[in-house]
C-alpha cells in the first residue's frame, strides 16, 4: 500500500452508496440505492462543494467516502491509495471528517477537543509537535481565545469552528465537511468558506463540503458535485460535476434546484421569485 502523500486528489470511481439490507434471511430488508455508479474527482487545493436538495444523499456519500458507512459498489482513492481498503487508524491519519451530529463533550475545554484530533499521531515524546498542531489548528479558524472555554459554554457556531480545528490538528490529507455552515451568520458563513479555501490551497489537500447554501456555495466554491432533481420514481438522481461557474452559466444549478415559484439567477448568482404568470 502506498501512502497517500499531501496534494493527492480524490478519486471516486463507479461508487454506489446507500443503505445494505440487514436481519435475519426471512425478514431482511431490500438494499436502498441512493445515489449509483459516481465517477467524481475533488482536486488537491481546492474547494469542492457538495450540492442537492433535502434527502438528495449528500451526508450518505460523504459518510461513504469517509468509510464510516461501507460503499455498496466502487472505489474511493486518494492519489493511488484506496481509502476503501484502508483499516479504521490508518484511515484516521489520513481522512478528516466533520459532522453535523454533535457529541457531549462533558468538561472538555476548546483545546481538549482539538487535542483529539492528535490521537492517530500521538507517539511516545511528540507532546511539543501535539501542542504546536492544536495551537495552529485553533489559530486557522481564529478561534484562539476558544482553547481554554469549555464547550458546553459555546455557542453552536463557537463549537463548529472548535470541530473544525479538531479535523486540522488531524493533519489529513483529505478533509470532508457536512454541512458545516449549518449553525452559523451570514459574516461568519462567508468567512468559514474562505477559511476552508485557505486552508485546501495551503495545505495543498481536498477539501469536499456539503451546503444547503447554494449561493455561498457558488460565490465561494472552486468545483462542485451536484445533486439533481430525481428524474423518475426509484431511479438514483444524476451527479454532475464541474467547475462552480461553469455549472451555474450552463443551468445546470438551476435545473437541480429550480421550482415553479423560485429560479436561479445566473447574472447574479441569486434565487429569486419568479414574476407571476400573466393571465
Ligand atoms: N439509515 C438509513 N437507512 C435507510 N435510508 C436512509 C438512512 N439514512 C438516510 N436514508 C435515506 O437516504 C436518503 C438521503 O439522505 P441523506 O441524509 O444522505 O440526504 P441529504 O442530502 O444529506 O439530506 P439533507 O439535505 O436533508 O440533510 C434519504 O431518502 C433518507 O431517507
Redesign the pocket.
Known amino acids: 500500500m502506498s501512502t497517500p502523500a499531501s496534494g493527492a486528489d480524490l478519486t471516486l470511481d463507479g461508487v454506489t452508496v ?2 445494505s439490507g440487514g436481519g435475519p434471511i426471512a425478514r431482511r430488508r431490500a438494499t ?1 440505492v ?1 445515489l449509483a455508479d459516481l465517477h467524481l474527482r475533488a482536486r488537491a487545493g481546492r474547494l469542492t462543494v457538495l450540492l ?12 461513504s467516502v469517509a468509510g464510516l458507512q461501507p460503499l455498496l459498489a466502487g472505489t474511493v482513492s486518494l492519489g493511488d491509495a484506496r481509502l476503501d481498503r484502508l483499516s479504521p487508524p490508518e484511515r484516521a491519519a489520513r481522512v478528516a471528517v466533520v459532522l ?1 451530529e454533535s457529541f457531549d463533550p462533558g468538561l472538555l475545554r476548546g483545546a481538549d477537543v482539538v487535542d483529539l484530533g492528535r490521537y492517530p499521531h500521538r507517539r511516545r515524546g511528540s507532546a511539543a509537535v501535539d501542542s504546536q498542531a492544536v495551537h495552529e489548528a485553533l489559530a486557522a479558524v481564529h478561534a484562539q481565545d476558544l482553547a481554554r472555554v469549555p464547550l458546553v459554554r459555546m455557542s453552536d457556531g463557537q463549537r463548529q469552528r472548535v470541530m473544525i480545528a479538531r479535523a486540522l490538528a488531524q493533519e489529513p490529507a483529505l478533509l470532508l465537511l ?2 458545516p455552515t449549518a449553525f452559523l451568520d451570514a459574516p461568519a458563513r462567508l468567512e468559514l468558506l474562505a477559511v476552508l479555501q485557505r486552508i485546501a490551497a495551503g495545505r495543498g489537500i481536498p477539501v469536499v463540503l ?1 451546503s ?1 447554501d447554494v449561493e455561498l456555495a457558488v460565490r465561494s466554491g472552486h468545483d462542485a458535485w451536484l ?1 439533481g432533481a430525481p428524474t423518475s420514481q426509484g431511479v438514483p438522481r444524476p451527479v454532475t460535476s464541474g467547475p462552480v461557474d461553469r455549472l451555474s452559466e450552463n443551468g445546470s444549478i438551476g435545473a437541480a434546484f429550480d421550482t415553479d415559484a423560485v429560479a436561479f439567477d445566473v447574472t447574479t448568482g441569486r434565487f429569486g421569485l419568479r414574476p407571476p404568470a400573466a393571465d
Open positions: 446507500g443503505y436502498t441512493i442537492g436538495g433535502n434527502g438528495s444523499g449528500k451526508s450518505t456519500l460523504l459518510r453535523t457536512d454541512e456539503s444547503h445533486v
